[in-house]
């Protein structure tokens, strides 16, 4: 038994001073295609809808001349008012001047009559009368086959004698 061990222990050594296969740092070198850098485009645009039957209204205008944009935008508010957001970016960030045009008007609350619901009534109907369903019980005939032998269950286990005792 102490040979067995010793033995296992040895080669549990000798396999363990070889240093395992594995899969070195990951390198990131440089990309294979050379990235594009484009200047930035100028541009000027502009739209604008009013609609008096749904009551929309808003446009945005907008200019950029190299990194430098301005450009202001508006919309109807639902409470009457009209909002203005003038905008540039530039180096220094965004930077908006919200202003509004017009008073929020609101229409004054008014509450609808209450009226309660009528009580239940018995419906005027007369009630369909129900009749329990008429059938006759199935009837299966006799199966054609004999029934099945059973075998005697073993009360007392079986002893099995072994090849290795």
């Not at 749904?54 to 639902?78: C, I, K, M, W």
């Not at 609808?112 to 009749?131: C, D, E, F, G, T």
């Amino acid at each position: 038994m102490i040979k067995a061990v010793l033995q296992l222990a040895l080669v549990a050594m000798a396999v363990a001073q070889y240093k395992q296969p594995s899969y070195g740092q990951p390198s990131y070198g440089q990309p294979s295609y050379k990235e594009e850098r484009y200047e930035p485009k100028d541009y000027k645009f502009a739209y604008a809808l009013k609609d008096d039957y749904s009551y929309v209204d808003f446009g945005h205008e907008e200019a950029r001349n190299g990194y430098d944009t301005q450009g202001v935008y508006y919309v109807a508010l639902p409470d009457g008012r009209k909002q203005i957001v003038q905008y540039k970016a530039d180096d220094y960030g965004y930077v908006a001047d919200v202003q509004y045009q017009g008073e929020a008007k609101y229409d004054s609350y008014k509450s609808a009559p209450y009226k309660a619901a009528p009580s239940y009534q018995a419906p005027s109907y007369k009630a369909p009368s129900y009749q329990a369903p008429s059938y006759k019980a199935p009837s299966y005939q006799a199966p054609s086959y004999k029934a099945p032998l059973t075998r005697r269950l073993l009360t007392r286990p079986l002893l099995i004698r072994s090849c290795f005792a």
